[in-house]
Nanobody, 119 residues
Framework: VQLQASGGGLVQPGGSLRLSCAAS????????MYWLRQAPGKELEWVSF????????FYADSVKGRFTISRDNARNMVYLQLDNLKFEDTAVYYC?????????????RGQGTLVTVSS
């Protein structure tokens, strides 16, 4: 299983970023996919997850209405659109699979991508 997140960077408050995760090594269309994040000095937290077909999506309260998760099963990709970013969104973002929904307990988590929100 390989999960490679990308797309992070430095952005001003109120700005946007689109994170991507390239997945391989497993039947992607059979896996719910997850995004987690870890802010400096804080514990890992779940951000969002998406169903097999992409029609069901779930968000942590802290990002609801600002982040959008999506997937492309033909390309084995999962995305996280980050809009209206806030200072507190600064974190390393990870994609993951085989998680207990609503938790950070995941069997697989890839290398993350750093998002820094700063003016």
């Amino acid at each position: 299983v390989q999960l490679q997140a990308s797309g992070g960077g430095l952005v001003q408050p109120g700005g946007s970023l689109r994170l991507s995760c390239a997945a391989s090594g497993f039947p992607f269309g059979s896996a719910w996919m997850y995004w987690l994040r870890q802010a400096p000095g804080k514990e890992l937290e779940w951000v969002s997850f998406i169903s097999l077909d992409g029609y069901r999506t779930f968000y942590a309260d802290s990002v609801k209405g600002r982040f959008t998760i999506s997937r492309d099963n033909a390309r084995n990709m999962v995305y996280l659109q980050l809009d209206n970013l806030k200072f507190e969104d600064t974190a390393v973002y990870y994609c993951a699979k085989s998680c207990t929904s609503g938790t950070t307990s995941c069997e697989y988590r890839g290398q993350g991508t750093l998002v820094t929100v700063s003016s």
